[in-house]
């Protein structure tokens, strides 16, 4: 059973900084692009960043380049959310996703092309 656990969420004050983990289990963790993605009440699920599975490739939406880095050990199966200079227009759930790639290369951006999904954690930048 493929479960995907994401832990960190919490209250940020504007302009700090904050990381999210996400454990996953039950899959061959190397085989699989990982990514973030984030929702707020009423709107899509939106991208915000993918980490290809062998770690050499990333890719970001633009409101967050610069700002956010994901990163991943694949020894400890997690893969990672650092958050830096955080915006009110951060606030959301986040979710980690898994796909499976064929390439080590491959970072796919759009929701339907992940496998599985985590139950997502809180993200609050307010003052």
């Known amino acids: 059973q493929v479960q995907l656990v994401e832990s960190g969420g919490g209250l940020v004050q504007p302009g700090g900084s904050h990381g999210l983990s996400c454990a996953a289990s039950?899959?061959?963790?190397?085989?699989?692009?990982m990514a973030w993605f984030r929702q707020t009440p009423g709107k899509e699920r939106e991208f915000v960043a993918c980490i290809s599975r062998g770690g050499i490739g990333t890719e970001y939406r633009d409101s967050v380049k610069g700002r956010f880095a994901i990163s991943r050990d694949n020894a400890k199966n997690t893969v990672y959310l650092q958050m830096n200079s955080l915006k009110p227009e951060d606030t959301a759930a986040y979710y980690c996703a898994a796909s499976h790639t064929s390439s080590r290369y491959t970072i796919p951006i759009i929701a339907t092309m992940f496998d599985y999904w985590g139950q997502g954690t809180q993200v609050t930048v307010s003052s």
């Open positions: 039950g899959l061959t963790f190397s085989n699989y692009a």
